[in-house]
């Protein structure tokens, strides 16, 4: 059980698949997207910037299966937005010989990469969970922080392991007893499993157990939800994307760099009708 605690342990801060990282709209800037996401949204589109360059969104679900339509249209992504520069999200594992090993192991964000390294593109990663958090620390106080951070965390395991709600909450009893390392400033607050069944219950009275809180939950949507909690916590999440994202992916895009983002596709924002590529 050490090593189920380890796994999801890798799962938050550090070394998290992190937020899927949206484009925000810049004070006077007629040329940004609505952070807003809706579910209809393509599997990718292109923003053309003010400088001479371009935005191209490809919204991405979690999968590790090479027969999937969503990596052909990944491939096709780059061939028509022949990009300069490409970002994608969680931390670099390395790459393999292949395009179905890399896949296998490493998914959309190490297939990302892989074609950067065919199309001799750099590729950075975008999202920077750290920093992320310390913006959070300063929005919400600790025990929200710490309930936000970890059914958002446990959302994104169960996704990707299939892990069943009984090794989910052994996992996560060996988490918490040890989440100071993970959530620094929330040592006092939810210290057990019963403590976070009562905050979840607290903050969240009609959501289903802790352990089946929804993905659209933690979507950019959800900063409209009718719970006040979810609302004010993505609020935050959002507010810190448009601070620290939207500059970082303008920049490149005004410099005249054509620039492809690998992102969550239950986070892509919305484009207009005349832009969307399916």
């Given at each position: 059980m050490k090593t189920v605690a380890l796994l999801l342990a890798v799962a938050l801060l550090p070394a998290a698949p992190s937020f899927a990282q949206t484009l925000a709209a810049a004070p006077g800037n007629a040329q940004a997207v609505s952070l807003r996401a809706t579910s209809l949204a393509p599997a990718y589109y292109t923003r053309s910037v003010a400088g001479g360059g371009s935005i191209t969104y490809f919204g991405a679900v979690c999968s590790h299966d090479a027969a999937d339509a969503q990596f052909a249209q990944l491939r096709q992504a780059f061939a028509t937005s022949r990009p300069t520069v490409v970002f994608y999200q969680n931390p670099d594992g390395g790459l393999d010989s292949t395009e179905t090993a890399t896949i296998a192991r490493l998914g959309e964000g190490g297939y990302a990469r892989f074609l950067a390294r065919q199309y001799q593109v750099p590729a950075e990663r975008l999202d920077d969970p750290l920093a992320e958090y310390?913006?959070?620390?300063?929005?919400?106080?600790?025990?929200?922080?710490?309930?936000?951070?970890?059914?958002?965390?446990?959302?994104?395991?169960?996704?990707?392991?299939?892990?069943?709600?009984?090794?989910?909450?052994?996992?996560?009893?060996?988490?918490?007893?040890?989440?100071?390392?993970?959530?620094?400033?929330?040592?006092?607050?939810?210290?057990?499993?019963?403590?976070?069944?009562?905050?979840?219950?607290?903050?969240?009275?009609?959501?289903?157990?802790?352990?089946?809180?929804?993905?659209?939950?933690?979507?950019?949507?959800?900063?409209?939800?009718?719970?006040?909690?979810?609302?004010?916590?993505?609020?935050?999440?959002?507010?810190?994307?448009?601070?620290?994202?939207?500059?970082?992916?303008?920049?490149?895009?005004?410099?005249?760099?054509?620039?492809?983002?690998?992102?969550?596709?239950?986070?892509?924002?919305?484009?207009?009708?005349?832009?969307?590529?399916?």
């Open positions: 310390a913006y959070l620390q300063t929005k919400l106080d600790p025990e929200r922080l710490k309930l936000y951070c970890l059914l958002r965390e446990t959302q994104r395991y169960r996704m990707r392991t299939g892990a069943s709600a009984a090794l989910t909450k052994q996992a996560m009893r060996q988490l918490i007893a040890n989440s100071a390392h993970f959530l620094p400033g929330t040592a006092q607050v939810i210290r057990t499993e019963a403590e976070l069944v009562a905050a979840y219950r607290r903050y969240c009275p009609a959501g289903p157990k802790w352990w089946q809180a929804p993905a659209d939950w933690f979507a950019p949507q959800a900063a409209n939800s009718d719970n006040a909690f979810l609302r004010e916590a993505n609020a935050a999440v959002l507010a810190y994307r448009e601070q620290q994202v939207y500059g970082r992916l303008l920049a490149h895009a005004q410099a005249g760099e054509r620039v492809l983002v690998v992102m969550g596709r239950a986070e892509l924002p919305a484009p207009t009708p005349t832009l969307a590529r399916n």
